[in-house]
Nanobody, 114 residues
Framework: QVQLVESGGGLVQPGGSLRLSCAAS????????MGWYRQAPGKQREFVAQ???????TYADAVKGRFTISRDNAKNTVYLQMNSLNSDDTAVYYC????????WGQGTQVTVSS
């Protein structure tokens, strides 16, 4: 069983930045493929970014060049640095771990508004 706890969401003005964190349980975190997804009101959950156990990263086109996913295996934590935020980025952001199966965090709200 893997437990995921996200933090770092909040209200930010357009053009601003936020860093999300996701702390994971488990002794083999370094083997997990970690990802971030988001779900805006009235929309389906969508992929944002992923980082493999080898550090290979992929991004959705909508966030490429603005968001950066990273991981600290010593801290069992994955991060999502979000820059140049706009209103389209408003959503609940979910952390996802692919270990023996897929696990989800509870989500953290990100609101981009002036």
């Amino acid at each position: 069983q893997v437990q995921l706890v996200e933090s770092g969401g909040g209200l930010v003005q357009p053009g601003g930045s936020l860093r999300l964190s996701c702390a994971a349980s488990g002794s083999i975190f370094s083997m997990y493929v970690m990802g971030w997804y988001r779900q805006a009101p009235g929309k389906q959950r969508e992929f944002v970014a992923q980082i493999t156990n080898g550090g290979y990263t992929t991004y959705a086109d909508a966030v490429k060049g603005r968001f950066t996913i990273s991981r600290d295996n010593a801290k069992n934590t994955v991060y999502l640095q979000m820059n140049s935020l706009n209103s389209d980025d408003t959503a609940v952001y979910y952390c996802r771990a692919h270990a023996d199966k897929v696990y989800w965090g509870q989500g953290t709200q990100v609101t981009v508004s002036s």
